[in-house]
């Protein structure tokens, strides 16, 4: 998931009421449910990320010239208030036709009908991640047309290393490795941390939990995997850093945006996705200074989270016949060619990553491609933001060393298992 959608974690739109009031209107909306179009159509193209409108430009521009009676109009909001946003328009019947999707949020819209499904949109899943695959198919049937993905690593500043005469982080990594590293790079007189032990769940500690050979929750979203030895080491890898002073504290990161810190160079190690690269080859402070390696490996190995971004179709779409196909397109072959040369994200199409690696050759970008082979889904239940309130609330109590790793996990897998629960009633 990339976050501006640069994901810090997913933090979703509050939704207590989300399912009442999507089901409410899903049945209610007007509008064609297909049918041929004849004459010029417009649809609309929801997105939260700014720095992709040019790239999903140039996108719409090859469907248009393959469908000249067809203009597809984009409307970008920013990721903070996009899913409220959509969730209102969804409600007042003024959806875009086709928009982008999150894991956390899928289930909740392709659950209430509020999508439609896709597999009469000529859609081949075998071209795209089966993990992606999996996440946007509900009951069966495909909602959505994966875009893009991402995995984790582990980008690390070259300059702070060299000046301390450290190795660069590599491949076959452990988390012993990685500890014993960041002592080395902390130097308190200068204000310089080893490493960023952030609250980030897509980036930190759900990566860790599956190192540890343990889940977040399991993969039918029914239940809990905080109760478990496992969840309790990777969580500790995080506190335990902090502890050791090898990272800021919850406090310090709280003040101080921790991906500052690293571009700063008070922070020479930070878990980032695969988004992060233009973001760092567009910044000339730090762009020649950092580098990308694989994540360290837990006790059952380097498992990085895998997350993306799909198409999906509004069902009351009054042209929904052309919203599928330009669903399915906006996310397959030739829009991937142009994600790719792009450089901004990682297309979901398979085949054509090795051009999003090419792009900026100047890092080690197959350390993100190679992480798919052992990628764990990213967690998400039928109404994710149910539970992810209360892990947020939880961990930043455990974070800010306000309760002990194993009570504060204690206390979150019963509400979470209890929030979980309720969704199976």
């Known amino acids: 998931m990339n976050r501006s959608g640069k994901n810090r974690g997913i933090a979703i739109a509050a939704v207590a009421v989300a399912a009442v009031t999507l089901s409410a209107c899903s049945s209610g909306q007007s509008g064609s449910a297909g049918g041929a179009d004849s004459g010029p159509v417009t649809i609309t193209y929801g997105m939260w990320d700014q720095d992709q409108?040019?790239?999903?430009?140039?996108?719409?521009?090859?469907?248009?010239?393959?469908?000249?009676?067809?203009?597809?109009?984009?409307?970008?909001?920013?990721?903070?208030?996009?899913?409220?946003?959509?969730?209102?328009?969804?409600?007042?019947?003024?959806?875009?036709?086709?928009?982008?999707?999150?894991?956390?949020?899928?289930?909740?819209?392709?659950?209430?009908?509020?999508?439609?499904?896709?597999?009469?949109?000529?859609?081949?899943?075998?071209?795209?991640?089966?993990?992606?695959?999996?996440?946007?198919?509900?009951?069966?049937?495909?909602?959505?047309?994966?875009?893009?993905?991402?995995?984790?690593?582990?980008?690390?500043?070259?300059?702070?290393?060299?000046?301390?005469?450290?190795?660069?982080?590599?491949?076959?990594?452990?988390?012993?490795?990685?500890?014993e590293t960041a002592a080395k790079l902390t130097d308190p007189a200068k204000g310089q941390f080893g490493i960023a032990s952030t609250q980030y769940g897509q980036e930190n500690y759900y990566n860790s939990i599956a190192q540890a050979g343990g889940e977040v929750i399991n993969a039918e979203g029914t239940e809990t995997g905080y109760d478990t030895p496992e969840a309790l080491a990777g969580i500790e890898l995080w506190t335990d850093l902090i502890e050791a002073g090898s990272s800021p504290t919850a406090q310090q990161m709280t003040d101080t945006a921790p991906e500052d810190m690293f571009v700063s160079g008070k922070v020479a190690m930070f878990q980032n996705g695969s988004w992060a690269a233009h973001i760092y080859a567009e910044n000339a402070d730090i762009a020649e200074k950092v580098d990308v390696a694989p994540l360290a490996a837990g006790p059952a190995g380097n498992q990085s989270v895998i997350h993306g971004l799909a198409n999906v179709a509004n069902a009351k779409s009054a042209h929904l016949d052309v919203a599928k196909e330009f669903a399915a397109f906006a996310s397959g072959e030739e829009a991937a060619d142009i994600m790719a040369s792009a450089g901004t994200v990682i297309p979901a199409f398979d085949g054509k990553q090795q051009a999003w690696v090419d792009a900026l050759p100047q890092y080690d970008l197959q350390v993100y491609i190679d992480a798919l082979e052992t990628a764990v889904p990213y967690p998400v239940s039928q109404n994710t933001s149910a539970w992810t309130s209360i892990e947020s609330e939880i961990l930043s109590q455990i974070w800010a060393g306000a309760v002990s790793p194993e009570a504060g996990l204690k206390d979150l897998a019963e509400k979470m298992q209890a929030a979980l629960d309720a969704e199976q009633e």
């Open 53 to 179: 409108k040019p790239t999903m430009e140039k996108i719409i521009a090859a469907f248009e010239d393959k469908h000249p009676d067809v203009t597809v109009e984009i409307q970008v909001t920013p990721y903070k208030e996009y899913f409220t946003k959509l969730q209102t328009s969804v409600s007042g019947g003024s959806a875009p036709d086709v928009f982008w999707m999150n894991g956390p949020n899928f289930q909740l819209y392709a659950s209430n009908d509020v999508i439609a499904p896709l597999d009469d949109a000529g859609i081949d899943t075998s071209d795209y991640p089966q993990g992606l695959v999996d996440l946007y198919t509900y009951d069966g049937k495909l909602f959505g047309a994966p875009k893009d993905f991402d995995t984790i690593g582990l980008w690390y500043n070259k300059e702070l290393f060299d000046a301390a005469g450290v190795d660069y982080p590599q491949a076959g990594w452990t988390w012993d490795d990685l500890k």
